[in-house]
């Protein structure tokens, strides 16, 4: 069983600080590392990708993964209430069918 | 967008009856999954199909079919409803041929089984 952990909040930032999502996951021929977001009563939406060790930056987005410690992080610089919403860690295999998503941490950007 | 569309958006039903959601996509993605989202449980996987009349079972399959007799159509069916089956039921769709595996959601069908 593939398991995807995240912390589920909520995360209250103040507007304007940088919101830090975190998630670790079992399977470690995990290769692609995805975060969704999803407003309350909305689908969820790809906002990030990320296969290699580091940092990926996008705008106000930056994704960071550690596949020695199994641990893959989304940092929100500048949080705007926008923001608010749930974001969900999905870890897939090479090849993998299956796509497997972690609870997700619910974040609160307060005005 | 994505092309894909469920329906129906929201059905109330009683215990017993069976129940069919469909999935439509128009983008010729090859895989399609089933996924239902509770509170405190997040997406789970219940059905995925990676091609036509391929499918394979996801972590949650007890109680639910599914038939993809067409590339553009997967369908999800609930044989004999039950209240635990009450829930916002995601169609997603992947192309792994390109080489990714996101997906894309369609918008949700609310299920509640009275």
């Known amino acids: 069983q593939k398991e995807v952990e995240q912390n589920s909040g909520p995360l209250s930032v103040p507007e304007g600080a940088i919101a830090s999502l975190n998630c670790t996951y079992s399977d470690r021929g995990s290769q692609s590392f995805f975060w969704y977001r999803q407003y309350s009563g909305k689908s969820p939406e790809l906002i990030m990708f990320?296969?290699?060790?580091g940092d990926k930056e996008d705008g106000r987005f930056t994704a960071q993964l550690n596949k020695a410690s199994q641990y893959v992080s989304l940092l929100i610089r500048d949080s705007q209430p926008s923001d608010s919403a749930t974001y969900l860690c999905a870890p897939t295999g090479a090849g993998s069918y299956q796509l497997t998503f972690g609870k997700g941490t619910k974040l609160s950007v307060i005005p | 967008d994505a092309g894909i569309t469920q329906s129906p958006r929201h059905k109330v039903t009683e215990t017993g009856t069976p129940v069919t959601l469909r999935c439509h996509q128009t983008e010729n993605h090859r895989y399609m999954y089933w996924y239902r989202q509770d509170p405190g449980h997040g997406l789970r996987l219940i059905h995925y199909?990676?091609?036509?009349?391929?499918?394979d079972k996801g972590e949650v399959s007890d109680g639910y079919s599914v038939s993809r007799s067409k590339t553009e159509d997967f369908l999800l069916t609930l044989e004999s409803a039950t209240s635990s089956q009450t829930s916002v039921y995601f169609c997603?769709?992947?192309?792994?041929?390109?080489?990714?595996?996101?997906?894309?959601f369609g918008q949700g069908t609310r299920l509640t089984v009275v």
């Open positions: 997603a769709i992947s192309d792994l041929l390109s080489g990714n595996t996101e997906a894309f």
């Open positions: 990320i296969y290699s060790n």
């Open positions: 199909s990676y091609g036509v009349k391929d499918t």
